[in-house]
């Protein structure tokens, strides 16, 4: 049974960082990408960041280039998502995904073509 274990949320002033991971077991996830995603109340899922496991290529939002880094640790099966300078709009539950890297939602950041997700964690970022 996959799973995906998100931790590290929590509240944070603004211009702070938080370390966020993500454990994954239950297969083997070298063909796949591990995705980021975020979703604030009243507000749509959206892409955050991803990395191929295989090769470590990356790709980001633009609301994330530059503040947040996607990194992973073969070893502990763990991806990370550190996110600096953040900001009060950087509230959000924040999702750990994974998505087969045959497929081009991994990196488009289409939610649809993402088949296995955690269960969040809660960022709040006061101003």
């Known amino acids: 049974q996959v799973q995906l274990v998100e931790s590290g949320g929590g509240l944070v002033q603004a211009g702070g960082s938080l370390t966020l991971s993500c454990v994954a077991s239950?297969?083997?996830?070298?063909?796949?990408?591990m995705g980021w995603f975020r979703q604030a109340p009243g507000k749509e899922r959206e892409f955050v960041a991803a990395?191929?496991?295989?090769?470590?290529?990356?790709y980001y939002a633009d609301s994330a280039k530059g503040r947040f880094t996607i990194s992973r640790d073969n070893a502990k099966n763990t991806v990370y998502l550190q996110t600096n300078s953040l900001k009060p709009e950087d509230t959000a539950v924040y999702y750990c995904?994974?998505?087969?890297?045959?497929?081009?939602?991994?990196?488009?950041?289409?939610?649809?073509?993402?088949?296995?997700w955690g269960q969040g964690t809660q960022v709040t970022v006061s101003s």
């Open positions: 239950g297969r083997t996830f070298s063909n796949y990408a």
């Open positions: 995904a994974a998505a087969p890297l045959s497929s081009s939602s991994w990196w488009t950041g289409f939610t649809g073509g993402y088949n296995y």
């Open positions: 990395m191929a496991w295989s090769d470590r290529r990356t």
